[in-house]
């Protein structure tokens, strides 16, 4: 067995190797005496799942132990998504939340997340005093069983609350009048019919696309909203009769986007729209926060409209703290999470989906018109990332590699600096980058670049295969 670890979102593994029923029970046991050392337990807890294999029966499974240890449970009664169990976890005043989700991997991983009594992802203190007490559980501590004294698990449905949360936070009416024709692919995910629940009936429609739950996420790699797994989505489009394609990952806290032409937009390119959006049409203003693998657009929307941007390793567990810490506007990542002022220091894929049909009826553009302008202000920045399966066993060897190596130039840019705020990051003149950084729960090699031109992308990605000596 694996040793049992949390990484850049929870724990995860693969279902029936290291993600089996005794395991999840040792790690809630282990959640439940942090809960009880922290003072939390009185307040009791939230737990949901998404829609992925026996993922109602281990939320059930974390609820026996959880009430065994003599803590008020509230559990799911249907899938719903990361988000809306965030949001229970806030608006009942409980202590903490499990949610048992893999998010975006392939559809044999199942994954374990805990929620602080905010609705945020459990910082790196937190999942670090959970995994010490795990060996003296697994080793023979058996996790407690609920008793007749145990308090009951009540059974809820967290998403009606979480519908109304999302109203609150848009203009519904608005886009409810606006007349859009918009086609949503819930990836057989949490999220299913939500967007549609939210915007009710009027002269704007939803045509959804896989919104029924299916464990197998057929038809992709995984329920993860980027190009490759949602042509279906962005064929409909390009056909006609759409206006804007929305996409949301397994547990509904991630946005894909696809403009009025079939076109998919990267989460770099939805991230800086959503942030221009609440800075010149909302007008709000506030800091922003930024993972060290999100896109430079938002430094410079920071520049142009005065407010700080604050940069954090890649997770929620660092953004969302950092969000709090410094009250943030907004906060965002690459791999298409988004967090607002007001809502959850959560990312939701549902909401920002919202906040971007808002962005399109209040200016009256078609998503391609508004990126235009958005480059328009701060330049063309273009990405890409590629992702490359490892054994564990080389591991050691690349990141040796790569901390030793000190290319002049990449891309044929000056190599400005190199840091290793998570992973290793070159910065090149002009504010150009390339970062090679092992995943937090696959065991893959990431190397993201963002330059001016898609050439470039090309050409510094190869080199960062040839620094890792992963050709």
Do not use: C
Not at 22 to 36: F, L, P, S
Not at 49 to 61: G, I, K, N, Q, V
Not at 323 to 350: F, K, Q, T, W
Not at 452 to 460: D, I, M, N, P, R
């Amino acid at each position: 067995m694996a040793e049992i670890r949390f990484g850049t979102d929870g724990w995860r593994a693969v279902i029936g190797e290291d993600f089996t029923f005794d395991n999840v029970r040792a790690v809630t046991q282990a959640t439940a005496q942090w809960m009880q050392r922290a003072g939390l337990a009185g307040q009791g807890a939230v737990v949901g799942y998404d829609t992925r294999l026996h993922s109602p029966e281990f939320a059930e499974a974390v609820s026996e132990v959880l009430a065994g240890n003599g803590i008020a449970v509230a559990l799911a009664s249907a899938a719903a998504p990361t988000p809306a169990i965030s949001h229970a976890v806030r608006a009942r005043g409980a202590g903490a939340g499990v949610v048992i989700t893999s998010s975006h991997n392939p559809p044999e991983w199942n994954g374990f997340k805990v929620k602080q009594a905010v609705g945020n992802s459990a910082p790196p203190e937190v999942t670090a005093e959970i995994e010490a007490a795990l060996p003296d559980i697994l080793a023979g501590g058996a996790p407690a069983e609920p008793t007749e004294t145990s308090p009951p698990v009540e059974r809820f449905d967290p998403r009606p609350g979480y519908v109304e949360a999302l109203r609150a936070f848009v203009d519904i009416e608005r886009i409810r009048a606006a007349g859009l024709r918009i086609a949503v692919d819930s990836m057989h995910g949490a999220a299913g019919g939500l967007t549609a629940r939210a915007l009710g009936e009027g002269a704007t429609t939803v045509h959804e696309l896989r919104g029924e739950p299916d464990p197998a996420f057929p038809g992709m790699h995984a329920p993860e909203p980027i190009a490759r797994n949602l042509e279906g989505l962005t064929a409909l489009i390009g056909a006609g009769g759409y206006d804007i394609g929305l996409a949301t990952d397994g547990d509904g806290d991630r946005l894909g986007l696809v403009d009025e032409r079939g076109a998919f937009l990267n989460q770099h390119q939805a991230f800086a729209l959503l942030v221009h959006y609440l800075l010149d049409v909302r007008g709000e203003r506030g800091p922003i926060v930024r993972s060290i693998t999100s896109t430079r657009m938002i430094d410079r929307l920071g520049e142009r409209f005065g407010v700080p941007v604050h940069e954090t390793a890649v997770g929620f567990k660092f953004l969302g703290p950092k969000m709090l810490e410094e009250d943030a506007l907004v906060a965002g990542e690459e791999s298409g999470g988004y967090a607002l002022r007001g809502h959850i220091p959560e990312r939701d894929g549902i909401l920002s989906g919202l906040l971007l049909l808002d962005y399109v009826v209040r200016t009256g553009k078609p998503l391609s018109r508004l990126l235009a302008e958005l480059y328009d202000l701060v330049g063309r920045h273009e990405y890409d990332r590629v992702d490359i399966a490892l054994r564990p066993e080389d591991r050691d060897a690349i990141a040796a590699r790569v901390a030793a190596a000190d290319p002049p130039t990449i891309a044929g840019l000056r190599v400005a600096s190199k840091d290793t705020l998570d992973g290793y990051r070159f910065t090149l003149e002009g504010g150009w980058w390339l970062l090679l950084r092992f995943s937090g729960t696959e065991p893959l090699l990431r190397i993201y670049a963002e330059m001016s031109s898609a050439e470039l992308v090309q050409a510094a990605l190869a080199e960062g295969r040839g620094i890792a000596g992963v050709d």
